[in-house]
């Protein structure tokens, strides 16, 4: 392999809902309006996103004696074909994100074992493993779409309505997620780390084939081009 010129920096929300519209399996951007685009380019070319986002609910500092302001979730890493290990693109995205919000202590991420993701990626950056998250419902549509609870509650993103699910709709039960954490100072490191579990193995299904069913092409005509990569 090659050596790749790997370039990180900030990037356009037009960017980054590209990415994960095109390269990222839930097909969309999550639903905040305070999330932090991490933009990735190889050889000058855009190669994705890392998305920071203050989660789905205020209390996902709560666990850990944190306010809402302290933690943050990592809850996107949208790329298409890449030749740069993710753990370094997620450990400098890290990076860019103390620089822009100094008062965040710790970054939680999830792994969908629904996805065949076991948290590899995470794994690999040293980040502490803590168990899975309660399982939950969510409603499939006839199309085969799965729709989260939350985008039918009443919000700021809907109008401040609540939602029906489309007609024909069934809720169905999925396991939790693989919770893994970020501290990012010693005095949350030396407190969360006693919650650490050991690695979930591996799935079956080899993450680079399920990375591959999820991306679209290593070369993308398409795919935006933000105007300033280094500003």
Known sequence: ?????????????????YACEHWHYSGCL???NKC????????????????????????????????????TELVRIAL????????????????????????????VSFADPQQSHHGGVYQAGNWIY???????????????K??????????????????????????IKLPGKHRYLMPLDDEMRKQVLPLAKPYPKRVKQAMASVQEAQRQGSTDPH???????NG
């Open 30 to 32: 999550p639903g905040s």
């Open 80 to 107: 298409t074909n890449h030749k740069s290990e993710v753990s370094r693109i997620v450990a400098i995205a890290l990076k860019f994100l103390k620089s822009r919000s100094p008062g965040i202590r710790l970054v």
């Open 130 to 144: 803590t168990g899975t998250s309660s399982a939950n419902s969510v409603w499939q549509d006839p199309s085969g």
């Open 36 to 71: 932090l685009f991490v933009g990735v380019w190889e050889d000058k070319k855009y190669t994705g996103v890392v998305i920071f986002s203050p989660g789905a609910t205020p209390s996902l500092g709560a666990t850990y004696g944190l306010v809402q302001t302290s933690c």
């Open 146 to 171: 799965i729709i989260h609870p939350r985008s039918l509650t009443a919000s700021d993103f809907n109008g401040g309505k609540k939602k029906s699910p489309p007609v024909g709709s069934k809720k």
């Open 1 to 17: 392999m090659g050596k790749v010129e790997l370039c990180i920096d900030w990037a356009t929300h037009e960017a980054a809902k």
């Open 223 to 229: 795919a935006p081009f933000p105007q300033a990569i």
